[in-house]
C-alpha cells in the first residue's frame, strides 16, 4: 500500500492536474488538502477536457473516493456549480465525494473584502484571485471563521453576527459596498447547508477507516510549493501551506502514514501575479514559452510569467517536501528552441548563494547563473518511451535530476493522459506500490 502527496515544485501551474488523473488507479482514494477555487487543474484525454478547481481530479475515475479535506476553504457556490458541471458530463459523484465539515466557508464578504484590498494596493497588490481565499484563512486563524459544519448549526446566527463585526470596518473603511444583513447570510447559509448535506463528512475519520482497511490514498496539493505560507516567497504567496506537510494538516493524517512525495516540475518556469521570478524572460523567447505552452490561467485566464527552469527554486521545493521522484512537465515546449538554458546558481553581490534567500529584496537583486544546452530541435509529443527522446532532450533531463537531487520518473511529452513517458525506476514503484502496471493501462487507454 502506497499513501503518495502530488504537489507542485513551483509557483504552480505545473500540471498537476494530468499526473494525478494519470496515476489515480494505484489508489484507492484522492484527498485535495489546501487551497479553495483559486486552484485550477485541467485534466485532458481523448477527446474531453475537464478544467476542476476544487474537486479532486480523482474524480474522473469511477471507482476512486474522493475527499475534500479540512486545510481547505470553500466556497459552496463554486462547489455546487463544478458539481454541477462534471455530472453533466457523465460524471457520478454521489456516495463517493466526501466534503470535510471542518473545512472553511468562503463568503460573499470574503469576496468583497478580497477585492477591496487588492485595489487599494494598487502596484503593491499581491495579485490574489479575489476568490476570498485569504480573508477566510484569516478568520480560521483569528477563530471567527465559519466551517461547512456551522451551517447547520443552532448558532448560525451568533457565529455569522461576530464574523460581520470583524469584517465590517475594514470594509468600510475601504470604501467597500456594504455587506449582506445577518439575515441575508442566515439564508443563504441554511440554502447550502441542505444542498450540501449528501456530501459532509467527518473525513479524518473516515480517512483513518480507509487506511485501516489497507486502502491507499493520493494527497493532491494545490497551487506549488513556493507559494507556501510559510516558505514560498512571502508575502507573494497564497494562504495556506501547499507543501507536503500540508497534507497531515489538512486531512488528519499522520506523517507515519504518508510513503512518500512526487514533485511536479515544469521543465520550464512561469508564476502569476506579483512577486520576484528570477528567470523571468521579458523577451521573444518568454512570449514564445506562453504561447507555446499555452501559460494562460486555467482558473483566472491571466497570462503567465514565463522563464527558464530554476533549479535553486526546485532545490529548495525538494527539500522542504521530501520529494522523491520528479514528474516533469512540458518537455515539448522546449522542441523549438535553439537553446535552452537553466539556473543552476543565484549570485548576489558577488557571492554565490548556497539556498534560496528568504528576504524579497535580496531575491529580487540576485543574478541567475545559467548553465546552456543545445535545443533538440525535432518534435517530442507523443513520445513514450525515454530511449526515444532526443539525446538533447535526454541530457537536458540528466543536468535537471543533478542540480535539482532527485531522479525523473513520469515525462509528459503532451497534454493528455496518454502523452506520458513513465520510467520503470524503483522509486516509481515505490510510490506507486503494486499497482503500476495499472496506472500504464490508464495511460494507454486499458
Known amino acids: 500500500m502506497a499513501n503518495t502527496i502530488v504537489l507542485g515544485m513551483q509557483w504552480g501551474d505545473e500540471g498537476k492536474g494530468k499526473i494525478v488523473d494519470l496515476i489515480c488507479p494505484a489508489f484507492d482514494a484522492v484527498a485535495r488538502f489546501q487551497g479553495g477555487h483559486n486552484a485550477g487543474h485541467t485534466v485532458k484525454f481523448a477527446d ?24 481547505m476553504v470553500i466556497y459552496p457556490e463554486a462547489f455546487l456549480k463544478e458539481l454541477e458541471e462534471v455530472t453533466a458530463a457523465g460524471v457520478a459523484a454521489e456516495g463517493r465525494l466526501w466534503l470535510s465539515d471542518r473545512a472553511q466557508v468562503i463568503l460573499p464578504v470574503h469576496v468583497a473584502l478580497d477585492g477591496a484590498r487588492e485595489q487599494a494596493l494598487g502596484k503593491q497588490k499581491i495579485g490574489t484571485t479575489i476568490r476570498g481565499i485569504g480573508p477566510s484563512y484569516e478568520g480560521k486563524a483569528a477563530r471567527y471563521g465559519l466551517r461547512l459544519g456551522d451551517l447547520q448549526a443552532d448558532d448560525l446566527e451568533a457565529k455569522l453576527e461576530r464574523l460581520l463585526a470583524w469584517l465590517s470596518p475594514e470594509l468600510a473603511a475601504l470604501e467597500a459596498d456594504p455587506p ?63 507543501t507536503a506537510g500540508g497534507a497531515c494538516t489538512g486531512t488528519g493524517v499522520p506523517p507515519t502514514q504518508i510513503s512518500g512525495a512526487l514533485g511536479v516540475l515544469k521543465a520550464y518556469t512561469t508564476r502569476v501575479g506579483g512577486g520576484p521570478f528570477v528567470t523571468e524572460l521579458h523577451d521573444d523567447t518568454g512570449e514564445h514559452l506562453r504561447r507555446r505552452g499555452n501559460e494562460f490561467g ?73 548553465r546552456s544546452f543545445p535545443g533538440w530541435k525535432t518534435p517530442t509529443v507523443g513520445i513514450l518511451d525515454v530511449a526515444d527522446l532526443p539525446a538533447a532532450a535526454r541530457d537536458y533531463i540528466a543536468a535537471l535530476e543533478q542540480e535539482v537531487g532527485a531522479p525523473v520518473g513520469l515525462v509528459s511529452t503532451g497534454p493528455r493522459r496518454e502523452e506520458t513517458i513513465l520510467i520503470d525506476r524503483p522509486e516509481v514503484h515505490g510510490l506507486l506500490g503494486d499497482r503500476t502496471a495499472d496506472v500504464l493501462r490508464h495511460r494507454d487507454g486499458g
Open 180 to 242: 449582506p444583513t445577518v439575515a441575508e447570510l442566515v439564508t443563504l447559509c441554511r440554502g447550502w447547508a441542505e444542498r450540501l448535506k449528501p456530501y459532509l463528512q467527518e473525513t479524518s475519520g473516515r480517512i483513518h477507516d480507509l487506511l485501516d482497511d489497507g486502502r491507499s490514498i493520493l494527497f493532491e496539493g494545490a497551487q506549488g510549493a513556493l507559494l507556501d505560507i510559510d516558505h514560498g516567497t512571502y508575502p507573494y504567496v497564497t494562504s495556506s501551506n501547499a
Open 48 to 71: 474531453r477536457h475537464f478544467a476542476l478547481h476544487l474537486l479532486p481530479s480523482g474524480i474522473l475515475h469511477p471507482g476512486v473516493t474522493c475527499i475534500l479535506g479540512n486545510g
Open 298 to 370: 486555467t482558473t483566472t485566464g491571466r497570462p503567465r510569467r514565463c522563464g527558464w527552469l530554476d533549479a535553486v527554486a526546485a532545490r529548495h521545493s525538494r527539500r522542504l517536501n521530501g520529494i522523491g521522484t520528479i514528474a516533469l512537465t512540458k518537455l515539448d515546449v522546449l522542441d523549438e528552441l535553439d537553446e535552452i538554458q537553466m539556473c543552476v546558481g543565484y549570485r548576489y553581490r558577488g557571492e554565490r548563494l548556497r539556498h534560496m534567500p528568504t528576504r524579497l529584496d535580496i531575491l529580487s537583486e540576485v543574478e541567475p547563473e545559467y
